[in-house]
């Protein structure tokens, strides 16, 4: 067979190894959330859900297949070379799907770094020029762009290199750190990035696959323990064993992550700002007697009242205190601010009617 084909024949499995490969995906797959599981949620937790969405469906279908192609076909020498390509897609995709889950989190927590060193300089380079909104004629808009002087450029440069900061699970860890209290389960996030000996030995794999040796070569270089040097050493098939081996636990230490992440995200455990760490957040949910709407008012506004609250809808008294939750921070303001603004509507209308009847 030529070498076109004998490549192709990387991509065809016979009809029981598609058997196997189709079960051990099914075994992989986390469950895709549809909505956020509580009603208590703020906006972060809504924003948050369509990047975690992403990151479980490449889990699920670009991870979990080439895992369950490595894993599904009989290790030989025949196969060896065909499981070795789809072993070095593996681990590619393995540390992707671990930088996607960092980039989800830092997105669901706003912590505001770049993703990465293309966009950084692609934001410095936008910033060269000063961008004017023009309204022509028929009424739609032009935008005219301006470069700024050269010594701004190099202003702009200088500034724009040392505010940004590129994602990394490090620099993740330093801003979430400064933002906000550190929680249980963005902890263990890091906790099982850094620590499991499974995923230090894929990011190796990975890096020496992107800098030095491909799976599919004959040989690899190690270090010599008689001449602490480098040297060449030929690949054994146990080698390929044991790079097979890591799949099914580092499969299992990424999906014990990623559903920490999603359980932060639809049960809206969103952490404290560092200032508010410990501080807890309830909230009451009200039920109107009379127009039958449900509202939602801060607890401890709630308990300084001698009667039960208004109803924000048609302000009557006959109000039922329903139940009494615990909710992220971010929920509790916007219930808060959502609330100021309607006492100050509320006390609008009625200085409008004192005037009016005055
Ligand atoms: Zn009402």
Redesign the pocket.
């Known amino acids: 067979m030529d070498i076109v084909g004998k490549t192709i024949g990387y991509y065809s499995f016979n009809t029981i190894t598609k058997v196997k490969i189709k079960k051990a995906m099914k075994e992989y797959s986390i469950v895709i959330p549809n909505s956020i599981y509580t009603k208590y949620k703020s906006m972060l937790a809504i924003y948050g859900l369509s990047f975690l969405n992403e990151v479980v469906n490449y889990y699920n279908n670009d991870l979990a297949l080439t895992a369950s192609i490595c894993t599904s076909l009989p290790l030989n020498e025949k196969t060896e070379k065909k499981i070795c390509f789809h072993l070095e897609h593996y681990f590619f995709r393995l540390i992707a799907c671990w930088d996607y889950t960092f980039i989800a989190l830092n997105e669901f927590l706003h912590t505001e770094l770049i993703s990465s060193k293309d966009i950084k300089q692609k934001i410095i380079e936008e910033n060269f020029f000063v961008s004017i909104p023009v309204k022509k004629e028929g009424g739609y808009i032009e935008i005219l762009r301006f470069p700024v002087s050269e010594e701004e450029k190099k202003e702009v440069e200088k500034k724009l290199k040392k505010e940004l900061t590129v994602l990394t699970p490090v620099n993740l860890k330093v801003a979430i750190n400064k933002k906000y209290e550190m929680t249980d389960h963005i902890r263990q996030i890091f906790e099982l990035y850094n620590n499991e000996d499974a995923i230090q030995q894929a990011k190796t794999i990975r890096n020496s696959i992107v800098h030095s040796d491909s799976l599919t070569k004959k040989f690899s270089f190690e270090v010599s323990d008689l001449f602490k040097g480098q040297v060449i050493s030929s690949k054994t098939i146990s080698d390929t064993r044991n790079k097979i081996d890591l799949i099914f636990s580092s499969m299992e230490i990424l999906k014990r992550a990623i559903t920490l992440l999603k359980e932060m995200i639809i049960l809206d455990l969103f952490p404290n700002r560092i200032e508010n760490q410990l501080k807890e957040y309830y909230l009451h949910l009200i039920k ?6 449900e ?1 939602i008012i801060m607890a401890d506004f709630v308990e300084t009242l001698d009667h039960n609250p208004v ?6 008294e ?2 039922k205190l329903i139940e009494k939750v615990k909710v992220s921070e971010p929920f509790y303001e916007q219930i808060l601010m959502k609330f100021i603004e309607d006492t100050l509507e509320y006390y609008d209308q009625e200085l409008e009617g004192i005037i009016v009847n005055e």
């Open positions: 109107c007697e009379k127009c039958n709407e509202n109803c924000l809808h048609c302000n009557s006959n109000t």
